[in-house]
């Protein structure tokens, strides 16, 4: 063997054995599919242990990843939720805290879209369904988005979201993708409320009553509740519909509800199967999740907006390569702030440094086992647009939750979410929390000076 030959020979095995270490040490990165719904409470789930509906396609993502139990949104409202989800930045951060159309334009150029940072990474990017986003879906440079399609609210609009979804994963390309898939149920609960036509599916004939789901335990309403919670009620009739309801109407409205989760599980399932069928399953880190809850007629509340439990906390679950599968965490998570770096995380991003949030992905691998002991979320009372000029705050821990309001006479709650989980009796006024609430005070006056929140706490 001449000595050419055996320098050649040299050189390729050098070149695949730093290409097989370079394939060991950074595999191919993920696909990411991130699935959204609209107004769904983490009740909202058969996995979550809820008889009262069947959930197949969530239960089954369950059974693949991580189901997160305590998961809040940061405030309980469909813009700012989703400006603080696609940015990894608190609402008060982005100055938006109502809701907004896209026509207002008011993504700060600072702040990088979830699909600008997708794409700077390298992936494919694209985004099907429900928007509700101050971004014009026209500005894909901004956004960072390169396939849209079915962002205008319309009829059956859920029902086309899996077929659009489909035409952009099965694209032959080389690069990962990233592909948000946006559905609005069960938002129509709120048309099925005030007896509006649905928009997105047609729910069979209301059975007898004796089909209907029982009043939670904790339907009535809490005493020493903060006068602004009910006000907040009064500010537009079509809103809140339920005022004068009976039991049994709130009954039908948990029917009507639990009817509109199930069907959006069906597309949710169309979408998961596409993977399967297009065998990208195994290579897809897949993020189900929903802007925020419902009040699920709970304290007697339908819509969002308020702290309590049902309205703040949301569905989380993570599958995918790499991710336990079957298992839960109870880790305080807020879907607005840490999924951002999370993606981050999967697709060798580097994360902008203004992110208020932290990685899953350590809890997810089991590297990790705590991410966090204390989580604060907002609200803004709003009417759709305009503001109500109504703030509050919530700051959560393992055992207990602090909310406190701007205004009015009564502005604290503290509940043992451990010894009352449905938040029927606040501590706020058991001089043996006063300790307590000092420090949830002080706890939340540094928290506003850190991140920039014009919002005022009670003096400890």
């Known amino acids: 063997m001449n000595r050419i030959f055996q320098q050649w020979l040299w050189c390729v095995g050098v070149f695949w054995s730093l290409h097989a270490t370079a394939q060991t040490v950074t595999p191919a990165r993920p696909n990411i599919l ?16 809820n008889r009262e509906l069947h959930t197949p396609a969530m239960d089954r993502l369950a059974a693949r990843g991580v189901r997160f139990t305590r998961a809040y949104c940061a405030q309980p409202l469909c813009t700012p939720s989703r400006i603080s989800m696609f940015s990894g930045r608190m609402p008060h951060q982005m100055r938006i805290t109502t809701n907004a159309s896209d026509k207002e334009n008011r993504w ?10 997708m794409k700077a990474a ?9 928007w509700h986003i101050p971004l014009l879906t026209a500005d894909s440079a901004r956004h960072g988005f390169q396939y849209m399609k079915n962002t205008r609210m319309r009829d059956w609009m859920d029902a086309s979201t899996p077929a659009d979804c489909a035409a952009f994963i099965r694209q032959d390309s080389r690069q990962p993708f990233f592909l948000v898939a946006s559905f609005v149920n069960p938002h129509d609960i709120c048309e099925w409320a005030r007896g509006d036509d649905m928009k997105m599916d047609l729910l069979p004939p209301l059975p007898d009553s004796s089909h209907w789901p029982a009043l939670p335990a904790n339907f009535g309403i809490p005493a020493q509740e903060p006068p602004v919670v009910r006000e907040q009620q009064h500010s537009n009739y079509r809103t809140y519909p339920t005022l004068q309801w009976q039991p049994e109407q709130w009954r039908a409205y948990r029917w009507a509800y639990n009817r ?9 399932g169309m979408v998961l199967e596409t993977l399967r069928k297009y065998k990208l399953e195994d290579n897809t880190i897949v993020i189900f ?7 699920y007629a709970a304290h007697r509340w339908n819509q969002k907006q308020v702290l309590y439990e049902e309205s703040a906390s949301v569905p989380l679950i993570i599958a995918g390569p790499g991710i336990r599968g079957g298992t839960t965490s109870d880790q305080l998570v807020c879907n607005g702030t840490d999924i951002i770096p999370t993606l981050c995380d999967y697709a060798g991003a580097v994360p902008p440094a203004y992110l208020a949030g932290r990685s899953l992905q350590p809890l997810l691998s089991g590297r990790q086992q705590s991410l966090r002991d204390t989580l604060v ?15 509050g705050r919530a700051v959560i821990t393992a055992r207990y939750k602090y909310i406190v309001y701007d205004k009015g006479p009564v502005r604290e709650q503290l509940f043992d979410l451990r010894q009352d989980p449905g938040e029927m009796h606040s501590l706020s006024a058991d001089k043996r929390f006063l300790q307590m609430q000092e420090r949830f005070r ?12 014009p919002f005022t706490p009670l003096k400890p």
């Open 34 to 49: 991130w699935i959204i719904t609209d107004q769904q409470t983490a009740q909202a789930m058969s996995i979550a242990g």
């Open 122 to 130: 390298g992936y494919r990017t694209g985004y099907v369904g429900k």
């Open 260 to 268: 509109l989760t199930e069907q959006v599980d069906q597309y949710v």
């Open 108 to 117: 700060p150029d600072t702040v990088m879209m979830a699909g600008r940072l």
């Open 377 to 391: 979320i907002a609200t803004t009372f709003a009417d759709n647009e305009k503001s109500l000029d109504i703030d």
């Open 289 to 295: 999740t929903s802007d925020h809850g419902d009040g």
């Open 442 to 453: 002080r706890y939340l006056r540094q928290w506003c000076l850190a991140t920039d929140d």
